[in-house]
């Protein structure tokens, strides 16, 4: 299939009347499936309601069907027809924190296609702040499923050419609204427990979650117990470069130690690191720095486009920088521990 692209300047007034998010929205009605930008990542968009869409997203992503998606809405009156009841605390949670970078999940009403919700009693929901992603959901009149617009298994794109690398020719369309701001997915909260817990680290801290609700917990796989995550999704190795990565503890010391240690293997290797320490890896083959260590937003906003720069590149081992697993950095920590599939030094 052909791939129409569409280039969108966010900041303009009344964007849902322009014609790019008109043509893209009557797609979404065909139940045909368009990526647009979010304030996270690009969104691979189909019609929620739709069992034909949806198999259209998991055929183009090559996506596990148990792994469930999230819905997008623009206006919280869409929650009376997805979801059957919101607690006190997940009121709280939608008062501060929408639109923006949370997922709640919420028991199901069972309208959406139960391959949105991979056969769960719940539903993910979630108000995205991106002016482009609300006016086209806004424009389409539906409820949108929106997983990351990559192929599964790569890391989610923050810019239409990544999207467009793994997407172009199976799926309808792609939205370019420039690079995304956050660059990491949204946290994904389970308000059915108490107290609600989060299932995904992403742009909303548990810090900033606790400032409005008091104390939160965590899915237990989160923090290294051997259990089964709750958000299905959290099982897959993701985010990841080609040639293996692995988390190195200890400093740049230690990372000086492992490069020799491969260089003296004849491997070629790449490090991940930040603006600061970027002049310290003479020994490696190729550097990339994702942002400042000492603004951790930057480096989250980063991160993607970093894991994706080594797949250009023929180094056959990877040694990332690991950073402290606090505020925003917990979401980094927990990509960069995926695109490891755990491997650590
Ligand atoms: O920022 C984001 O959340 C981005 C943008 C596009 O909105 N979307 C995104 O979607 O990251 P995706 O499909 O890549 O990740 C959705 C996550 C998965 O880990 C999935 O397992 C979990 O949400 N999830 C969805 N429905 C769930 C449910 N009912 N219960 C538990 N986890 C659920
Ligand atoms: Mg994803």
């Not at 499936?33 to 055929?59: C, H, M, Q, R, W």
């Not at 309208?111 to 009693?121: D, F, N, P, R, Y």
């Not at 299905?232 to 990372?255: C, D, L």
Request: hydrophobic share 35%; with cysteine.
């Amino acid at each position: 299939m052909v791939t129409k692209k569409w280039k969108v300047d966010k900041f303009v007034d009344n964007l849902k009347s322009y014609p790019q998010i008109r043509e893209a929205a009557s797609l979404l009605k065909a139940n045909e499936v368009v990526a647009f930008p979010t304030e996270t990542v690009y969104g691979l968009g189909g019609n929620a309601l739709s069992d034909e869409a949806i198999k259209k997203i998991y055929e183009a992503k090559g996506r596990p069907s148990d792994n469930p998606l999230i819905v997008h809405v623009s206006s919280v009156k869409q929650l009376d027809d997805l979801c059957s009841g919101l607690n006190e605390q997940a009121e709280e949670l939608i008062k501060a924190f929408w639109p923006g970078p949370l997922t709640l999940i919420l028991p199901s009403t069972g309208h959406v296609s139960e391959k949105v919700t991979a056969g769960l009693s719940t539903v993910a929901i979630r108000m995205p702040e991106d002016p482009i992603a609300k006016a086209v959901i806004e424009a389409s009149g539906l409820p949108i499923a929106a997983p990351s617009a990559n192929l599964s298994g790569r890391p989610s794109p923050t810019t239409a050419a990544h999207v467009l690398r793994d997407l172009d020719g199976r799926v309808a369309g792609v939205i370019d609204g420039g690079e995304t701001g956050v660059g990491v997915e949204s946290t994904v909260v389970d308000c059915t427990s108490k107290p609600i817990t989060i299932l995904r680290p992403g742009g909303i801290t548990k810090e900033q979650l606790e400032a409005v609700i008091g104390e939160v917990g965590e899915d237990p796989a989160l923090t290294g117990q051997d259990k089964a995550p709750k958000s299905p999704g959290m099982k897959y190795r993701h985010y990841a470069p080609a040639a293996p990565v692995y988390i190195v503890h200890g400093g740049m010391e230690r990372i000086k130690e492992v490069l020799q240690q491969a260089n003296n293997e004849n491997k070629k290797t790449g490090v991940l690191t930040t603006d600061e320490n970027k002049d310290g890896y003479p020994e490696a083959d190729f550097v990339v720095a994702c942002g400042r260590r000492s603004v951790p937003e930057s480096v989250a906003h980063h991160l993607y486009q970093a894991l994706r720069e080594f797949d250009d590149t023929d180094v056959e081992i990877i040694f990332s920088e690991s950073f402290p697993n606090e505020g925003i950095g917990a979401a980094i920590m927990n990509r960069l521990t995926k695109a490891a599939g755990g491997r650590e030094l």
